[in-house]
């Protein structure tokens, strides 16, 4: 007798989109983080760019490293999206079903997850663009050199929207990865998940405003050097032939 096989591709599906969006979350706070050190002054931001080029561990700065790990991040990020498109609703009335279901029952996760799917397909646009920008120009990273992109080569408008839609998409993305895979459940559910839903509003407005801040930061700068556009930073001490920010 025949024995039919379980189609496991489902489930597999649902594993990578589980581990690539978390990658991608950690990531994000992660990049928030170095970002911000702009708001501790332009000497900080400028060292912490070094590290990343490997000028403390080669004595030379090798922006090629930020391209390398920019190049790595679009690739998860692409297979974060490729995996989520079977998500979406596919046709017009698909979407009106959805639409009508989400004002019908009122459903706090249900509506969740439409802005999942929404910032979600917003991130397709802006992710991408921040992400080829800064591969190809790697060696356009540093306290002048980031903050003259912000303002002079007009990224504020698309970091308003990338800000407000991946903030908005980790953190929703992380609370569904807990429900679904019962992280910090405990012992009763339903108090868990309000407690989760209290964090994530909270991670969010963190976030949310540590982001804004960091803008605001690099928007100051920014107009401060729009006349010297163009000209890099440096720090006296730790300059060396080659290195540049
Ligand atoms: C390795 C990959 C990445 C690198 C090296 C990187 C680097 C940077 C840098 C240096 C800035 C400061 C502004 C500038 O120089 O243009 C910035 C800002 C920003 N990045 Fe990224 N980024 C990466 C990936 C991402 C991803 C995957 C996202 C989200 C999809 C993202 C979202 C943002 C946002 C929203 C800002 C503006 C933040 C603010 O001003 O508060 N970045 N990024």
């Known amino acids: ?13 649902d594993f990578i989109q589980s581990a690539s969006g978390l990658i991608l979350a950690l990531f994000m706070w992660g990049h928030m983080f170095f970002v911000s050190t702009i708001l501790l002054g332009k000497d900080v931001m400028y060292q912490v760019t070094l590290f990343f080029e490997g000028y403390y561990f080669f004595a030379e700065s090798y922006p ?3 391209t390398i790990i920019a190049g790595t991040v679009f690739v998860i990020f692409i297979l974060h999206a490729g995996v989520a498109m079977r998500k979406f609703p596919s046709s017009y009335k698909q979407y009106k079903i959805l ?16 802005w999942q799917i929404f910032t979600g397909f917003a991130m397709f646009f802006l992710g ?16 002048y050199a980031s903050a003259d992109r912000v303002v002079s080569e007009w990224m504020w408008p698309l970091y308003i929207l ?23 459940e405990g012992k009763d559910a339903k108090t868990s998940r309000v407690k989760l839903r209290q964090a994530k509003y909270a991670i969010t407005i963190f976030f949310l405003t540590l ?34 920010s």
């Open 128 to 143: 991408s663009v921040h992400l080829y920008i800064i591969m190809t120009n790697s060696t356009e990273i540093g306290p």
């Open 64 to 66: 090629l490293i930020v």
């Open 162 to 184: 990338l800000l407000l839609a991946v903030e908005l998409h980790g953190s929703i993305g992380l609370y569904r990865l807990c429900l679904k895979w019962g992280w910090f």
């Open 99 to 114: 639409k009508n279901h989400i004002e019908t029952f009122k459903h706090a996760d249900t509506k969740l997850w439409f």
């Open 211 to 244: 982001g804004f801040l960091t803008l605001a930061a690099y928007i100051k700068i920014g107009l401060e050097h729009q006349d010297r556009a163009g000209e890099r930073y440096h720090i006296e001490k730790t300059v060396v032939q080659g290195v540049k």
């Open 1 to 13: 007798m025949r024995t039919k096989q379980i189609d496991k591709s489902p489930a597999r599906l």
